[in-house]
């Protein structure tokens, strides 16, 4: 079979996006999903995002990690799926569509930035010095210092496959505060590896570094990751974070056909 695809990046974070509103593609096929975004066999990507119709919303938001599973929510995914489905002609502007973990809502705003509003955070774990907190995804936080030399893959992995979390697994960000800025690097599940941004986990540091009163300047938080820079725009309620939005730029990287 011959699948057309498009491949999308957000700050370095990459998606294999193919239009599904067909259905061609077996939502249940792992094993090609983990082909296609193997990086010397396939196309090569952090996972794969399905676009499928929907009865009520502008479309359907399916995500896979680069191991081929079915995954949880993915921010930078739903910044670039939202720039895929302006390419179709399926939105103009703004739009609203249905993820795994709920209704999302994201804005174009022009020059390739797109805004993408996240779930509410209603709960979370502090710890001394690291934090637990679903962004619709699981992610664990780690305060350190000297982020840029920490072995991510080693002390990631490590967190990762620990007795608490190996099951169904957890991503982990290592945080610091610079200047005004948060740097941000993260190992992500299903990846297996550091990817060069996360916007869940982008989300759930800057969540946690307001817990931890690193945030001087609260909302909005400007954050670095390897791949570039971030913007999240959050309020505190009740305990909780309500209005959560994801701004960074997206870009298109090319279109092609694979045989599968």
Known sequence: MKIKFHKYQGTGNDFIIIDNREKLVDRQNAPLFNKLCDRKFGIGADGVILLENHDSLDFNMIYFNADGNESSMCGNGGRCITAFAE???????????????????????????????????????????????????????????????????????????????KAEGINVDFIEKENDRLMVRTYERGVEDETLACGTGVVASVLAAEAAEMLSNGSPAQVITPGGELTVYFEKFNGGYNNIWLEGPVEFVYYGEINT
């Open 87 to 165: 390419s179709l002609g399926m939105i103009s502007g703004n739009c609203k569509f249905e993820a795994t973990d709920g209704i999302h809502q994201a804005e174009i705003l022009g020059d390739g930035i797109i805004k993408l509003q996240m779930s509410d955070v209603t709960e979370y774990d502090q710890h001394e010095n690291f934090f637990v907190v679903n962004t619709g995804s699981p992610h664990y936080v780690k305060y350190c210092s000297g982020v840029s030399d920490i072995d991510i893959v080693k002390e990631g992995r490590e967190i990762r496959q620990s007795n608490e979390y």
